[in-house]
């Protein structure tokens, strides 16, 4: 996971320009539900902006960073998710997913509630675009938590005293998901080795199993390949060559490029350790080679 950078102002000016008026059609909807106590409308709009993180975003799972279609034909693989769950909120894991993967907690991640955070329907702070793996498939209504919940909330950003486990990307909302986790090859861990901090980390990685997934796994082994490449390529005798390889390093590593939080990883890797990167490139290979045969 990386974070997607951008100015509350620029945010809500970005969704007035897509669609004039939708931030008072959403506002309206917010005090509705604050009259009912919950969640409830026969319809939603939060589709109409979707647009908005789609472009943030550079086209790619806010969670597990892989590219999705650009086109507007393609905007049913981009899932509009709720950070916090608006409807009702689920207590993970569940014994079934505990039981699947394998996972065991020494602490607490929250519990169960009938009514979630039902004025962050249509809060602009409390969506990201997502693939339907991390969003419908494991996403779907957990959240959990560290500390005592603040529902319903009115502000993502006031409400870190939940110390929520899983990390949210985009603007300042939250914590700098690349301060939490880096990657060891293709494969992510936590940066700290202790606290909240660590436990956030590794919870995300296994709630969105995102060391575990093969497409990622395979998907970052092409990532590293194709930058380590690209890093020799960027010191090579011939001028031509030194372009396109300045070029793909810094392509590769943007914000809109998949998998940037492993290419990065793997880039000060390279620029601290270029033998130990080598290694890394080599085992990235034989893990491709190893799902051929
Ligand atoms: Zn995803």
Same mark, same amino acid.
């Given at each position: 996971m990386i974070r997607?950078?951008?100015?509350?102002r620029e945010w809500e000016n970005r969704i007035e320009e897509l669609v004039p008026g939708w931030q008072a059609r959403a506002e309206a909807r917010t005090a509705h539900f604050r009259e009912l106590g919950r969640y409830s409308e026969s319809s939603s709009i939060w589709s109409e902006i979707k647009r908005v993180y789609m472009e943030l975003q550079g086209f790619k799972c806010g969670f597990c960073e892989r590219r999705l279609e650009k086109?507007?034909?393609?905007?049913?693989?981009?899932?509009?998710?709720?950070?916090? !769950?608006? &409807?009702? /909120? *689920?207590?993970? $894991?569940?014994?079934?997913?505990?039981?699947?993967?394998?996972?065991?907690?020494?602490f607490d991640l929250g519990e169960a509630a009938a009514n979630g955070y039902f004025l962050l329907a249509y809060n602009r702070e409390n969506y990201l675009i997502s693939c339907k793996t991390c969003n419908t498939a494991l996403k779907r209504n957990f959240f959990p938590i560290a500390g005592n919940n603040e529902r319903p909330g009115t502000q993502p950003r006031d409400m870190r005293g939940e110390?929520?486990?899983?990390?949210? !990307?985009? &603007?300042? /909302? *939250?914590?700098? $998901?690349?301060?939490?986790i880096e990657f060891d090859g293709v494969l992510p861990v936590p940066i700290g080795t202790r606290g909240h901090k660590r436990r956030r980390a590794q919870v995300t990685i296994d709630f969105f199993a995102l060391d575990r997934r093969e497409v990622l796994l395979e998907e970052r082994a092409e990532t590293i390949l194709a930058l380590h490449l690209a890093l020799h390529a960027r010191n090579?005798?011939?001028?031509?060559?030194?372009?396109?390889?300045?070029?793909?390093?810094?392509?590769?590593?943007?914000?809109?490029?998949?998998h940037a939080g492993c290419a990065r990883s793997f880039r000060r890797r390279f620029d601290a350790d270029q033998?130990?990167?080598?290694?890394?490139?080599d085992a990235a290979l034989d893990y491709l080679l190893s799902l051929v045969s």
């Amino acid at each position: 996971m990386i974070r997607y950078p951008i100015h509350p102002r620029e945010w809500e000016n970005r969704i007035e320009e897509l669609v004039p008026g939708w931030q008072a059609r959403a506002e309206a909807r917010t005090a509705h539900f604050r009259e009912l106590g919950r969640y409830s409308e026969s319809s939603s709009i939060w589709s109409e902006i979707k647009r908005v993180y789609m472009e943030l975003q550079g086209f790619k799972c806010g969670f597990c960073e892989r590219r999705l279609e650009k086109s507007r034909y393609g905007n049913v693989e981009h899932d509009v998710e709720h950070f916090r !769950p608006k &409807g009702r /909120v *689920d207590a993970w $894991p569940t014994a079934a997913i505990t039981d699947d993967r394998g996972l065991a907690y020494d602490f607490d991640l929250g519990e169960a509630a009938a009514n979630g955070y039902f004025l962050l329907a249509y809060n602009r702070e409390n969506y990201l675009i997502s693939c339907k793996t991390c969003n419908t498939a494991l996403k779907r209504n957990f959240f959990p938590i560290a500390g005592n919940n603040e529902r319903p909330g009115t502000q993502p950003r006031d409400m870190r005293g939940e110390k929520p486990f899983l990390i949210y !990307p985009l &603007g300042a /909302v *939250d914590e700098d $998901p690349e301060d939490l986790i880096e990657f060891d090859g293709v494969l992510p861990v936590p940066i700290g080795t202790r606290g909240h901090k660590r436990r956030r980390a590794q919870v995300t990685i296994d709630f969105f199993a995102l060391d575990r997934r093969e497409v990622l796994l395979e998907e970052r082994a092409e990532t590293i390949l194709a930058l380590h490449l690209a890093l020799h390529a960027r010191n090579a005798a011939e001028e031509g060559t030194r372009a396109i390889g300045l070029h793909m390093v810094d392509r590769l590593t943007s914000p809109h490029a998949p998998h940037a939080g492993c290419a990065r990883s793997f880039r000060r890797r390279f620029d601290a350790d270029q033998a130990g990167a080598n290694d890394i490139a080599d085992a990235a290979l034989d893990y491709l080679l190893s799902l051929v045969s």
